[in-house]
């Protein structure tokens, strides 16, 4: 029984406790500091101020440097300074995580911005928490390195801190968190788990533990608060909880312990120090009972190891060959000694080795380079490869140098050198190429100018297909290093991580940008892998990112992981990398941890994972515990040995390429290939392995022999032995630990027996298998003879069976094929449905042998050749028909055949048909091949007799003159149609558009119309149509008609001519006629058009409409009549008739003065029609006394409202009479006798308006008006 320890580390929730009492409330952020250095840049803090207390995820501390000044052209480098643990790190200066877009130097032009960065390990890490004051401080100090003189006047070598930028960041509290068990089971068989472990004593009183598990990669016990068996909790000193637990699981697992703390406050739930596994007595291991047949699943066998003057830290997979090309560089060129260099670069090789289970380890060739390469490529195919020289090869004095190649294209399978560009060829520096899987395209990636490159590789030279593509960041003129490129599987895209801290996606023809994706800096070694339709990023500054392949969509982003990532190419298990941490593909947290810094594969569907360094070491993917190690013999250094390897899918074989970082040790054990033993190792070895042959009717009998680990016993019973032929063939008898295998009746040949070892325990299951082949000889007899061996036939040709004579003794056996297929006993006869050369063979069998070779029987089957064009004939009865016709191939001659479409005798002359009846008649012809006699089948030609059609039906027209014209028509018959003749009867061009007709003439005129049957074309008699044009008659004369307003009207009446009758209208054109006149209406002054026209009875054709006008006039108004100061009285209106009390007086004229006083009125005629009469004037004739100068009559005021003022002197007279009346109607409307002066006469009912006063006496001397206006 072993002892193994398990460590349980903190993961910190991002989540505040929710439904809890006395939440508080996050601090306030601490402004994001922006300073502005002394050499013209601009520093601004761009991270999260508010921090988690383990900083586990935590995005990286993040300065923007921006030029805002001069264009610096010296080197700069800063160091970080984290918040409980101070970190330097040159950053600028070539291997940093973080770099400017230049990849080295700051040389930003005015405008440019950059990001520098760092970061603080958290509780993953390192087991780190900060402690003590929330307020914490983040310090980047940038230093100037001149390197010539720079614009402060620095010299050569001199080092000056120039700027500094110090960032407060507040620790934030949670109320939640997450233990996790990250530590080290033994997975054995069936185990039984007894043991505890401690709930520490920083945990609050108030702490409440939730859950509490054990659990595998596919089932969890929840140990706590279920089966009292499992769990017992003990409360201590310290308030320490002991948790004692003991199950049995399942064999073959990993586990980990996950125990879930809440808590009623807002406390941070943070260890000062690791948790621990304790065992029940003293409460520091956990104990693992082995059950019965335990034991290791693993081991680790060294293959071989490669020595080298120099590292490999670059290695290449090639799936088509199954090789990996490793690539000379580790870090250690430059510093070391000019006899070490010289010594390393006359050792300094790029080799390709076999990783194929055969040839695991064999190194296929190698090929020498000056210097180091930090990149290196191979097709998928194997078939090319590709390097690039390190950027330090500056120091080697290889800048333009015109003699040595930068970069490099090797034959894949040889190793040659195919062609290469020199220093002043290439695109500078450069860390990283890429090669398309079957070598069309080498993508190449610089340091100083950030510039990405496609070459096409044409086989001997590189033609630039595009570089350095547009796409800044930021304002930056360069996309900063170029960390990585790798083509997609299709070679349609390929991905460049960069300095700029992007993953980019461009289109290889045009280097068109797809899209990019942040993903926190530039992938490292092994930093950047596609794995079904994901692609996995590690970068130099810790952060491990997943991104959706289909459009750049990060799915998460996650700090503090360290550096490479990977993951099966499934994409269904964990992701791994350099850093120790294992997270989840799908939500980047951390679910394990797995040894050291060190490359790291996922295996077998993400299962397990391999660590390869100078400790090789298998770990579960889950749980982080190891399953097996080894410790190697390559490197001599401490730590990161490794940066690249490969391991297979199944991860049974392993390749480490390891570096040094000591100088001086030379050989170095630099690439170290491992087989990884997953299952039980259990072979089977047999003592007849390989091809067996044996006679017919004999028997072969092999013994099995079973082998394994010699400390481990198989019970025999447990043991099965089958074995199982492919072919029925073969028979199989299994004796003990021996295979019998005989054949069935006459077999012979090949076939396969697949022997199995199987074990029935129910503890451990296996089943390992063999295939040996198993061959049965017998003597071969003589091919068989035949007379003839070549037939020739027409296509469809009637065939007789083919005849073969076997040796004496045997049988025929007939085939298709020349050597294997099926046979048949029965004797073939060849088919002759296609043209072609077949063949068949014939054998010779005999006790179940054959003959080693067979009779071949060819057989020609000549095509037939196409029917002759031919057309087909119609004719009418009566008619004269050519002879027939018919077109042959070249090379082909007619036969005609009459009415035979088969059989009868064959003719060279073309028969001519007869037209005496109507029906048709089908004749026959082929073609015959001059060569081949194959004749065709018969083209048909059929002659059809058509009857003529009667005469189309048509009728006479009639119409009157002027009308318009129209075209005639006719009936045709079903299926015939319609040919226009005109006026000819005889002769003429037909026309399938119908005659119009004139109208302009009156007569007659005849047109012809035959119809022609469609099928047959035959043609009809013409029809006559006789087209008839009557005159219309004359225009009637019609005189206008007045009428009064309101007057009765009678019906309008005209004279129609002799034969013609009247149609009458009430519009020029259109609308209904009517045989009688219609009664015009007068109770609207104006004037009416009615139209008249008359229409002949024998034709039936209408003369022109003639327009008869109805006036209705206006009656005048009745006349106003007046007097003037002569005594006329006056009607203002021509035709005036006055009357005199009722009565007419025959004074015409517009004055009138009576001779008598009395009512006078009149009436007004205007263009015959008369007013009403108007309104009553009464006058009056006296002798009028004048008043003489002192006399007066008076009335005022004038105008008046209601009432007037009279006064009057008149010699004589005391007394006097007044009359009023209205002038707009001449009736007297008051009066009043005997006034006397000084009265004030009331008028008060009398409306607005003007009035007559007429003042008088009682015997009438006395007559005088006033005109009075009344308001």
Not at 1039 to 1048: E, R
Not at 1237 to 1254: D, E, F, K, M, S
Request: glycine share 10%.
């Amino acid at each position: 029984m072993k002892y193994f320890s398990l460590f349980l580390f903190v993961i910190l929730f991002h989540l505040s406790l929710m439904a809890q009492t006395s939440i508080s409330v996050l601090p306030a952020a601490p402004t994001a500091k922006v300073v502005t250095g002394k050499l013209g840049l601009k520093y601004t803090f761009v991270s999260n101020t508010l921090l988690q207390p383990n900083l586990d995820n935590e995005p990286n501390h993040r300065v923007k440097v921006e030029n805002i000044g001069t264009n610096i052209k010296t080197s700069v480098t800063v160091s970080y300074t984290g918040l409980n643990a101070d970190s330097s790190m040159p950053i600028l200066s070539g291997g940093g995580f973080a770099s400017f877009p230049n990849g080295g130097t700051v040389n930003l032009r005015v405008g440019d911005t950059t990001i520098v960065q760092g970061w603080s390990s958290g509780w993953r890490e390192c087991g780190c928490i900060i402690d003590g004051n929330n307020n914490k401080l983040v310090r980047f100090i940038f230093t100037y390195d001149s390197a010539y003189y720079g614009p402060d006047g620095l010299r050569d070598g001199d080092i000056r801190i120039i700027d500094t930028v110090i960032q407060q960041v507040t620790i934030v509290q949670r109320s939640q968190t997450q233990l996790s068990s990250l530590g080290v089971i033994q997975t054995t068989p069936t185990q039984q788990l007894k043991g505890s472990f401690i709930i520490p004593n920083y945990i609050k009183t108030s702490t409440t533990l939730s859950s509490l598990k054990i659990a595998t990669n596919g089932y969890s016990w929840n140990i706590y608060n279920t089966t009292p068996s499992y769990v017992t909790i003990i409360d201590s000193v310290g308030a320490n909880k002991y948790i004692n637990f003991n199950i049995t699981v399942d064999p073959r697992q990993d586990y980990r312990i996950e125990a879930i703390f809440t808590s009623s406050n807002s406390n941070l739930l943070i260890p000062t120090s690791n948790i621990v596994v304790a065992s029940a007595s003293s409460y520091t291991n956990l104990s693992a009972t082995v059950l019965p047949y335990g034991k290791a699943l693993f081991t680790i066998d060294s293959v071989k190891t490669y020595e080298s003057l120099t590292g490999y830290w670059r290695s290449v997979f090639s799936q088509g060959d199954s090789t990996l090309t490793v690539f000379p560089g580790q870090e250690n060129w430059y510093g070391s000694s000019e006899s070490d260099r010289i010594a390393k670069t006359a050792n300094s090789k790029i080799i390709k080795f076999s990783v194929a289970n055969a040839r695991f380890g064999d190194s296929l060739w190698a090929y020498p380079i000056p210097y180091e390469s930090w990149g290196g490529a191979t097709s998928k195919d194997g078939k090319w490869v590709v390097y690039i020289l390190n950027q330090r090869a500056s120091q080697a004095n290889l800048h333009n140098n015109t003699s040595i190649d930068w970069i490099g294209v090797l034959d894949g399978t040889t190793g040659a050198k195919k062609w290469g560009l020199r220093g002043d060829q290439s695109l500078q520096e450069g860390l990283e190429v890429g090669i398309s899987s079957k070598g069309e395209y080498i993508a190449v990636g610089t340091t100083g100018s950030g510039r990405v490159s496609i070459y096409r590789n044409n086989g001997s030279t590189g033609t630039l297909v595009w570089s350095n593509p547009v796409d800044y960041t930021n304002g930056n003129n360069n996309i900063g290093q170029v960390r990585k490129l790798i083509f997609s599987d299709n070679d349609q895209f390929l991905y460049a991580g960069s300095g700029d801290m992007y993953l980019r996606k461009y289109k290889v023809s045009d280097g068109t940008l797809v899209w990019k994706a942040y993903i926190g800096g530039w992938p490292f070694v092994n930093g950047l892998a596609i794995a079904n339709g994901y692609i996995v990023t590690g970068t130099k500054s810790k952060d491990r990112t997943v991104i959706r392949d289909s459009d750049g969509q990060v799915i998460y982003l996650s700090g503090t992981f360290g550096y490479d990532a990977n993951v099966d190419s499934t994409f269904s298990g964990p992701v791994v990398g350099f850093g120790s941490l294992v997270s989840n593909n799908v939500t980047g947290r951390a679910i394990a941890s797995i040894g050291g810094n060190a490359v790291k594969y996922a295996i077998l569907n993400g299962q397990f994972v391999l660590m390869a360094d100078k400790e090789v070491a298998l770990y579960s993917s889950t749980g982080g515990n190891v399953l097996t190690s080894k410790t190697t013999n390559i490197g001599s250094g401490s730590g990161e040995q490794s940066q690249s390897g490969w391991a297979n899918a199944l991860g049974d074989r392993i390749v480490v390429t390891a570096r040094d970082l000591i100088t001086g040790v030379f050989p170095r054990k630099a690439v170290a290939f491992q087989r990884i033993n997953r299952n039980i190792n259990r072979y089977p070895t047999m003592d007849s392995i390989g091809s067996k042959s044996f006679n017919i009717g004999d028997t072969l009998r092999f013994k099995v022999t079973y082998q394994d680990f010699a400390d481990f016993n198989v019970i025999s019973s447990l043991l099965t032995l089958t074995a199982t032929p492919d072919t029925t063939g073969l028979k199989t008898i299994i004796r003990g630990d021996s295979v019998i295998v005989y054949g069935t009746s006459g077999y012979t040949g090949s076939g396969k027996i697949v022997v199995s070892i199987t074990e029935s325990s129910t503890t451990e299951k296996f089943s390992v298998s063999e295939k040996i082949a198993v061959r049965i000889l017998c003597s071969s007899p003589s091919i068989p003879t035949s007379n003839k061996t070549s037939f020739t036939y027409c296509k469809n040709e009637t065939s007789t069976a083919l005849s073969a004579t076997a040796p004496s003794g045997s049988t025929l056996s007939w085939y298709t094929l020349e050597t294997g297929g099926t046979s048949s006993t029965a004797t073939p006869t060849p088919i002759t449905t296609s043209a072609g050369t077949n063949y068949y063979y014939a054998a010779s069998s005999i006790s179940g042998c054959e003959s080693d070779t067979r009779l071949k029987f060819t057989i020609v089957v000549n095509d037939l050749p196409a029917a002759p064009t031919v057309s087909n004939v119609s004719s009418c009865v009566g008619s004269s028909i050519s002879t027939l016709s018919a077109t042959a191939s070249s090379g082909n001659t007619i036969s005609w055949y009459g009415n035979n479409s088969t059989g009868g005798t064959a003719s060279s002359t073309a028969p001519t048909p007869l037209s005496t009846s109507v029906g048709s008649m089908d004749y026959y012809v082929s073609q015959a091949n001059a060569l081949t006699g194959c004749e065709s089948v018969r083209s048909k030609i059929t002659v059809t007799i058509g009857a003529i059609p009667a005469a189309p039906v048509a009728s006479n027209v009639s119409v009157c003159s002027g009308a318009t014209a129209v075209a005639l028509s006719a009936t045709a018959i079903a299926g015939n149609t319609l040919a226009w003749y005109g006026n000819n009867a005889t002769g003429g061009t037909a026309s399938s558009t119908a005659n119009i007709y004139s109208t302009s003439t009156v007569g007659s005129i005849d047109y012809y119309v035959s119809q022609t049957t469609t099928s047959t074309g035959c043609e009809s008699s013409r029809t006559k149509i006789t087209v008839t044009t009557n005159q219309i008659p004359a225009t009637l004369t019609t005189s206008p008609i007045s009428y009064c307003l309101g007057a009765t009207a009678t019906a309008l009446t005209a004279t129609a001519t002799s034969g013609n009758n009247l149609l009458w209208y009430t519009s020029a054109t259109g609308g209904t006629s009517a045989s009688t006149g219609p009664t015009p209406l007068t109770t609207i002054v104006g004037s009416t058009d009615y139209y008249v026209s008359q229409v002949t009875t024998s034709s039936s054709c209408e003369g022109l409409r003639a327009k008869l006008v109805v006036t209705t006039k206006p009656i005048p108004s009745a006349p106003t009549l007046s007097r003037d100061t002569a005594n006329f009285l006056l009607s203002g209106a021509p035709g005036t008739s006055w009357f005199k009390d009722g009565s007419v007086i025959t004074d015409t004229t517009q004055k009138y003065k009576p001779a008598t006083p009395g009512s006078y009125t009149a009436k007004t005629t205007t263009n015959g029609c008369t007013s009403v009469m108007s309104s009553a004037y009464y006058y009056l004739v006296t002798d009028i006394i004048n008043l003489s100068k002192d006399e007066f009559i008076k009335l005022a005021p004038n105008p008046f409202i209601n009432q007037l003022n009279f006064d009057f002197i008149v010699k004589g007279y005391q007394k006097l009479n007044i009359e009023v009346y209205d002038v707009a109607t001449g009736s007297k409307v008051a009066n009043q006798q005997n006034i006397t002066a000084g009265t004030q006469i009331q008028l008060g009912q009398l409306a607005r308006g003007t009035y007559i006063v007429r003042v008088t006496s009682n015997d009438n001397k006395i007559a005088h008006q006033f005109k009075m206006v009344k308001l």
